[in-house]
C-alpha cells in the first residue's frame, strides 16, 4: 500500500518542482524583478516627496521589510543552499501584504500603490506556473485591493463612476497573470525538455562507457582463446597430409572461423572511437588497420572530398555497413585484399567496400542477416545500398549512398 502524500503544489500538477534548478531559476528572476521594484519605489519616495511625514515613515517602513526577506532569499542562492517553494510563496504573500498595506495608507483608490501589484502578481507567475494557482492568488490580492479601496480614503465615488476604475485595474491584474503564467509554462516545459535530453545523453553515455567495458572484458579473455586457436589450427594445418582434402578444408573454415570470432569482437571496441567524436574517415582507417592484423588480409581506406559534420547515429551505421561488407569478405570471399573508399560528394557521401574475392553467389541474399541488416541501415539514413560482383564474376562491391540532408549533425 502507498502511504506516500503528495504536497499541494504537486496534487495541482505542478511536475516541475521535482526540478530544483528550475525552481531556482524561477527564484532568481523574481528576487532580482523585486530588486529592481525596491529600487524604483524608494527613488519616487525620495525624489520630491508629496506625502505626509507619518505616510513616508509607513512607506519606508514597508520597503525595507521586503528588503530584508528579499535578502534573505538572495543570500540563499548566492550561497547555493536549497530554496525551498514555501520561501517564495511567503514571499509574494509579503508582496501583496506590503503593497495592500501601502494601498490602505495612501488612501485606497487615489494612490499609485497599485500599480506595484503588477509586477508582483507576474513574479508569482513566473515562479508558480500554474493558471489554478495564479487564478487563486490574484483573485486574492484583488479581494484585498477592493477591501481597501472600498474601506479607505474617500472610498468609492459612485457617481464619478470610479468603479470603473477600480474593475479596470482588476482586469489588468488577471491579464497580467494570464500572459505572465502562459510565457512562463512554455519556457518551463522547454527548459523541462532540455533537462530530460541532456539526462538522457548522460544515460546513454553511460551505458556505453559499460558497454565498452564489458566489451574489453570479452575480448581479453575470448579473442585470446581465439588467438590461440587459431595457432593450434595453423599448426595441425601445416603437420595435415595435403592429398586428405576433406581434413585440410574442414582445418581451413575453422581457421576462419576463428578469425572471424576476433574481428567481431573489434566491432564494440573500435565503434567506441564514433561515440568520441572521432570523424568516419579516421575510424574506418584505425578499423581496416585491425582488420589487417587480424586477418593478413591488406585493407586500405581511400577518402576524396572534405568530410562534412556526420552525426553520431549516421557514422555509426555507415561504420556498421563497412564493418559487416568486411567480415563478409573474409569469411565468405577468400578475399587478398580489401578497399574502403570514402567519396564526400557536394549533397550526398558515397562508400564503397570492394573486395577480390570470389565473387557473390546467387543467393547471396538469403544467405543469413548480413546483406539485410546493411540495407537497413542504409534506409534508415535515408539512403540506398547496391551490391554487385566485378565483370569477371570476381570480386564484390558493397556501395552506400546516402544524401547529406538526413545524416548532417544538426548542433
Not at 96 to 109: Q, R
Not at 302 to 330: D, K, Y
Request: with cysteine.
Amino acid at each position: 500500500m502507498n502511504t506516500q502524500t503528495d504536497s499541494p503544489l504537486q496534487r495541482t500538477g505542478i511536475a516541475e518542482w521535482t526540478d530544483p534548478e528550475g525552481l531556482r531559476h524561477a527564484a532568481a528572476i523574481s528576487v532580482w524583478g523585486r530588486w529592481l521594484i525596491l529600487v524604483v519605489a524608494l527613488t519616487l519616495m525620495a525624489y520630491r516627496p508629496d506625502y505626509t511625514p507619518g505616510i513616508q515613515i509607513s512607506y519606508t517602513l514597508l520597503a525595507l521589510l521586503a528588503m530584508s526577506y528579499n535578502a534573505y532569499v538572495h543570500f540563499l542562492l548566492r550561497t547555493g543552499r536549497d530554496v525551498k517553494w514555501q520561501s517564495l510563496l511567503a514571499l509574494s504573500a509579503m508582496d501583496v501584504a506590503l503593497i495592500t498595506g501601502g494601498a490602505a495608507v495612501g488612501g485606497g483608490l487615489a494612490t499609485l500603490c497599485f500599480l506595484l501589484y503588477y509586477p508582483a502578481l507576474a513574479m508569482f507567475a513566473v515562479v508558480f506556473a500554474s493558471f489554478r494557482i495564479s487564478f487563486v492568488w490574484v483573485t486574492m490580492a484583488a479581494a484585498l485591493y477592493s477591501v481597501v479601496v472600498l474601506t479607505t480614503g474617500e472610498g468609492l465615488d459612485v457617481a464619478a463612476k470610479e468603479e470603473k476604475v477600480l474593475i479596470a485595474r482588476i482586469t489588468a491584474m488577471y491579464g497580467v497573470v494570464v500572459v505572465v503564467t502562459l510565457i512562463s509554462g512554455f519556457e518551463r516545459i522547454r527548459r523541462l525538455k532540455a533537462v530530460a535530453r541532456v539526462r538522457e545523453q548522460e544515460r546513454e553515455r553511460q551505458l556505453q562507457v559499460e558497454r565498452l567495458r564489458l566489451s574489453q572484458i570479452i575480448h581479453d579473455t575470448i579473442a585470446q582463446s581465439a588467438y590461440v586457436l587459431g595457432l593450434g589450427i595453423e599448426s595441425a594445418l601445416e603437420a595435415e597430409d595435403p592429398s586428405n582434402r576433406e581434413q585440410v578444408a574442414r582445418l581451413q573454415a575453422m581457421h576462419t572461423l576463428s578469425r572471424s570470432t576476433m574481428w567481431e569482437l573489434r566491432h564494440p571496441i573500435d565503434i567506441d572511437l564514433i561515440f568520441r567524436g572521432r570523424e568516419l574517415g579516421t575510424v574506418l582507417e584505425a578499423h581496416a588497420s585491425t582488420f589487417t592484423n587480424i586477418t593478413s588480409i591488406p585493407t586500405e581506406v581511400v577518402c576524396s572530398g572534405e568530410e562534412p559534420p556526420l552525426s553520431t547515429v549516421a557514422r555509426g551505421l555507415l561504420f556498421a555497413i563497412a564493418h559487416n561488407a568486411m567480415a563478409n569478405a573474409l569469411r565468405h570471399a577468400s578475399a587478398g585484399k580489401v578497399t574502403i573508399t570514402l567519396d564526400f560528394q557536394d549533397d550526398a557521401l558515397r562508400m564503397s567496400i570492394s573486395d577480390d574475392g570470389v565473387g557473390l553467389p546467387s543467393d547471396y541474399a538469403e544467405r543469413g542477416r548480413g546483406f539485410t541488416n546493411m540495407e537497413a541501415d542504409a534506409e534508415q539514413m535515408g539512403g540506398t545500398l547496391e551490391v554487385s560482383s566485378g565483370e569477371s564474376g570476381r570480386g564484390t562491391t558493397v556501395t552506400c549512398v546516402v544524401p547529406y540532408e538526413k545524416v548532417l549533425d544538426a548542433s
